[in-house]
């Protein structure tokens, strides 16, 4: 079984989520559910039927998530001891080339990537080209529109 990397924020962060839906949301949902039943005829009942569904989403979360925290490595880049290198778990600072825009990201597992939060996944194109590189190093990222040129500016083990 391959075991999926991932950083030790993201775990604790999918750790807080899954006590969420165990304590909070699970309890809620069964309560709500009770409640619906009194009200009556169960097959024209729209509050049972959708606290059903939603009973149903929030078994599939917590499966799904029970299910990748039992397949992960934690990686702590603030641990690791990278030289300088761009590892997984490492914050990148890169500069645009053509545009002279900074952009800073970091590398995460799959199921954490979130680019509103400038997380990318170590899978992704840019974060593929920067492993093992180094400040000053330069990168090519093949795009849909074409290659952008990139000078990575810092890396951070934070």
Known sequence: MQRHPMTKEGADALQVELNKLKKEDRPAITEAIA????HGDLKENAEYHAAREQQGMIEARIKQIEAILSNIQIIDVTKLNPNGKVVFGATVTVLNIDTDEEL??????????DLKHNKISVNSPIARAMIGKSEGDEIVVEAPKGNIDYEIIQVQYI
């Open 35 to 38: 409640t619906a039943r009194e």
């Open 104 to 113: 800073t990201y970091k590398i995460v597992g799959n199921e954490e990537a």
